[in-house]
Nanobody, 127 residues
Framework: VQLQACGGGLVQAGGSLRLSCAASGRTFSNYAMGWFRQAPGKEREFVAGISRSGGSTNYADSVKARFTISRDNAKNTVYLQMNSLKPEDTAVYYC?????????????????????WGQGTLVTVSS
């Protein structure tokens, strides 16, 4: 599956952004999706994940109650709504996919559990 992320940009602390990741090439609803981020000099870290149906989600503690992951299987797109942004949210954000059909599992939090990756979109939060 090919993934194309977009929606990054420069925003002030406290602001919001919505990232989108469009998928093509395979049946989108067969894949659990995740968002990761990587700040300069740091490891890539899990941000949020969603099961293939959208019925379950999970979040890193650092973004809980601020970020919301969702998906529209009719549009082959996964979203990450980011509110109350902080300077420490500054990173390149990546979407990723893992084939899970028929399971609706949402247990995937490690980068090496995902098979396909988008190219990344930069989010910069100024203080």
């Amino acid at each position: 599956v090919q993934l194309q992320a977009c929606g990054g940009g420069l925003v002030q602390a406290g602001g919001s952004l919505r990232l989108s990741c469009a998928a093509s090439g395979r049946t989108f609803s067969n894949y659990a999706m995740g968002w990761f981020r990587q700040a300069p000099g740091k490891e890539r870290e899990f941000v949020a994940g969603i099961s293939r149906s959208g019925g379950s989600t999970n979040y890193a503690d650092s973004v809980k109650a601020r970020f919301t992951i969702s998906r529209d299987n009719a549009k082959n797109t996964v979203y990450l709504q980011m509110n109350s942004l902080k300077p420490e949210d500054t990173a390149v954000y990546y979407c990723a996919a893992v084939f899970t059909f028929p399971s609706d599992s949402n247990r995937f939090r490690a980068p090496n559990e995902y098979t396909w990756w988008g190219q990344g979109t930069l989010v910069t939060v100024s203080s």
